[in-house]
């Protein structure tokens, strides 16, 4: 009897560390404009920051619990070493890209962008007249002396200075908060016969320093910065009024969480770094190193001001058969639609609920929310249904989701207020679906579905990647009808039979272990085995342990996984398994299944990534695509993916982005998919950025 194989996993936090350095390796593409380069340095350093306050922070209050164990603490310590390290490590590479390639890039653009640690090379009379009528007035040092309690705002850019008294030589620290609302991150002075001259507003103070301080020579002035607990913990809810709970929770969470990051100029003396952690009670563990400047995110904004794009990107495309058709619900009527974001407009979905909120035999209309975009166009639409033409809506909110909790409480607050019934968060699940129906009141005219993979968000539908299908098969529509029974009145064993659709906490992950085990059996028999799986993040080690036991069995399978992947690749037991993830111009968000069966393809769309997440502690629903031509677009655009060789990278048994070259051509897959959907419908052609000559063959999350 042989010794069973032990599969092996990758950590969940460095696989995420993985995909943001991928990020970065975008920011160091010069072949890229420097507009989007700048765009990848800032979601590289939004992307960090978000991950020290709420994984790294949950580890960290992970440690404070009474019953862990001292094998637990261990385990969590070097967890936090090997994060640090790795952080640390790309920390460095990020500075190098932005001060060695990205500042030189802006200089050639026309841009001179000065910050050094030098005396301003010219015209310094010019910036200190700006730095004493504008800053100064508001600058307010804060003395480190003991016995003087000083609060660190987090995510807050805060000047370390150390002064010596001249007359006494006596030194002692303070510090200074940069302005938050006062004066502009990037300040242009605008110089007589000579470029004009960009800085960051630190580098102004740190030249003025000695106004600030008279009497006292400065020894050493370096950035700091501290990241703070934001995580608002709302699995632990247990009231039954979750909305009042997490109002109390995001109040807190402004006033700030414990110090889980301290960030520092890396030539930082030591003293004054043991100092600043002595002070603030911050640990060694908690220390990473940073640059002269910090807050990095914030050069984005140069793009709405002073950096313009080379060219648009790809501007969403018509759909002709549904212009044509005067009316989506026509359309639809007729046959399914899917649409494709962000490569066609998703105007059409507002045009669909606008036409559903107008239609007199619509009786019924009931949707989920999860983000909600800023005078959101879907949210007026539903209101106007309620308000103005008297329909029953119905809206699931979900308060839960992360950082958009405030927002997604007003937001239902207004709803109500036209009248619309409000569903908040199900304890101890967040509902995660995206999905609606539109009820009718007659029995010769069809009901109406939406299942997609991307959120009702006009917004993010210009940026994300994602599916959407809206149909009127009866049996999905009677699926979401059930789920939506389910979310008004939640049941431990509830008793609902989904026909179509797969739905988590009911039937998905065993109908997705049928499908995996169907693929090996025809393997078995000697027919083909074949899997296609994109998505955001791969972490459930059950599901993991399927695809490594249907590659042990020889089922050829291919993992699209743009952020977080568990499964490690190159293994005995993994060998039939090619992880790809693509990063590019737009957010890869579309979750798509594909199982081969035999020739009879499975195909489905969901919103469920499978992390344990998702698959145990929400409310996700995933719909088959059964329209023959809709199944054809959708196969077409996965092996576009699968052939692009020039934004995809392999995962390697190293947790490496391996990228993909070679090829008689140079295929970028958003690119070729936008040429094949515009083929396939006959869309007019968009302008945009020329990204690369294409040929449909692949696709991703």
């Not at 390290?85 to 990020?94: H, I, K, Y």
């Not at 393809?601 to 990534?609: L, N, R, W």
């Amino acid at each position: 009897m042989t010794e069973k194989t032990e599969y092996k996993y990758f950590g969940r936090d460095m696989s995420w560390l993985s995909f943001n350095y991928r990020v970065l390796l975008e920011a160091a593409d010069e072949t890229l404009p420097i507009y989007d380069r700048i765009r990848f340095l800032s979601i590289y350093s939004s992307n960090t920051e978000e991950f020290f306050e709420i994984r790294v922070a949950e580890h960290r209050d992970a440690l404070h619990s009474a019953d862990i164990t001292d094998n637990e603490a261990a385990r969590i310590h070097r967890m936090l070493n090997e994060i640090t390290a790795e952080v640390n490590r790309q920390q460095e590479e990020f500075y190098n890209i932005f001060y060695d390639s990205i500042l030189p890039a802006l200089q050639q653009s026309g841009m001179r962008f000065y910050c050094d640690r030098h005396p301003i090379p010219y015209d310094s009379e010019t910036v200190k007249n700006y730095f004493d009528e504008y800053i100064f007035p508001f600058l307010a040092p804060v003395s480190l002396l003991d016995g003087i309690r000083v609060f660190l705002r987090d995510r807050r850019l805060y000047l370390a200075i150390l002064l010596r008294h001249r007359a006494t030589s006596q030194s002692h620290y303070v510090m200074l908060k940069l302005l938050f609302d006062k004066a502009p991150r990037f300040i242009r002075f605008e110089l007589d016969e000579k470029p004009d001259l960009y800085m960051f507003i630190e580098d102004v103070i740190r030249s003025n320093l000695a106004s600030v301080f008279p009497g006292y020579k400065v020894e050493a002035c370096h950035s700091i910065k501290i990241s703070r607990d934001a995580d608002i913990r709302v699995d632990e809810i247990q009231t039954e009024n979750i909305p009042a709970e997490i109002r109390k929770r995001v109040v807190k969470r402004k006033v700030g969480g414990e110090i889980i990051r301290f960030m520092y100029d890396r030539d930082m003396p030591d003293a004054m770094v043991d100092f600043f952690c002595r002070r603030f009670d911050i640990g060694a563990d908690k220390l990473v190193k940073g640059g002269w400047h910090m807050n990095l995110q914030d050069i984005s904004k140069l793009l709405d001001t002073e950096i313009k794009p080379v060219a648009l990107l790809p501007q969403p495309m018509r759909v002709p058969f549904l212009d044509e058709a005067g009316s989506v619900v026509r359309a639809v009527e007729r046959r399914d639609v899917l649409l494709h974001f962000p490569y066609q407009s998703f105007d059409y979905l507002i045009r669909f609920l606008e036409e559903a909120a107008a239609d007199p035999d619509v009786e019924e209309i009931k949707i989920t929310q999860y983000r909600v975009a800023e005078n959101s166009a879907v949210v007026g639409t539903l209101m106007d249904a309620a308000r103005k033409y008297g329909k029953r809506v119905t809206v699931f909110v979900e308060v839960k989701a992360r950082f958009d909790e405030e927002h997604n409480l007003n937001t239902a607050d207004a709803m109500k207020a036209a009248g619309i019934r409000i569903i908040y968060s199900i304890k101890g699940l967040k509902v995660h679906a995206k999905v609606a129906v539109i009820l009718r009141n007659k029995p010769d005219k069809p009901d109406f579905a939406y299942v997609g993979t991307g959120n009702f968000n006009e917004k993010t539908a210009t940026i994300y990647s994602d599916i959407a299908l809206l149909t009127c098969n009866k049996a999905i529509v009677t699926d979401i009808n059930n789920l939506f029974a389910f979310l008004e009145k939640p049941v431990t064993h509830p008793d609902f039979h989904f026909q179509h659709l797969l739905v988590t906490r009911f039937s998905m992950v065993d109908a997705l272990k049928e499908m995996i085990q169907r693929e090996v059996e025809n393997v078995k028999a000697g027919r083909k085995g074949r899997i296609i799986l994109k998505m955001n993040g791969l972490q459930d080690e059950t599901m993991i342990d399927e695809l490594y036991r249907a590659s042990e069995n020889g089922v050829s399978i291919d993992l699209i996984v743009r952020g977080i992947c568990c499964l490690v690749p190159g293994q005995p037991y993994s060998r039939n398994i090619r992880v790809t993830r693509i990063v590019d111009m737009f957010l890869e968000h579309a979750r798509i299944w594909y199982f081969y069966n035999d020739g009879d393809e499975t195909i489905y769309i969901s919103s469920a990534d499978w992390m344990k997440r998702n698959l145990n502690r929400r409310i996700e629903a995933a719909a088959p695509i059964l329209d023959s031509e809709l199944k054809e677009v959708i196969i077409n655009i996965l092996h576009i993916q699968l052939s692009d060789n020039v934004k995809a990278c392999y995962i390697d048994e190293n947790l490496q982005n391996v990228f993909k070259r070679g090829g008689d051509s140079s295929i970028r897959a958003q690119t070729a998919t936008a040429d094949y959907i515009r083929a396939k419908f006959g869309a007019p052609t968009a302008e945009g950025r020329d990204c690369g000559s294409a040929i449909p063959e692949d696709r991703g999350c």
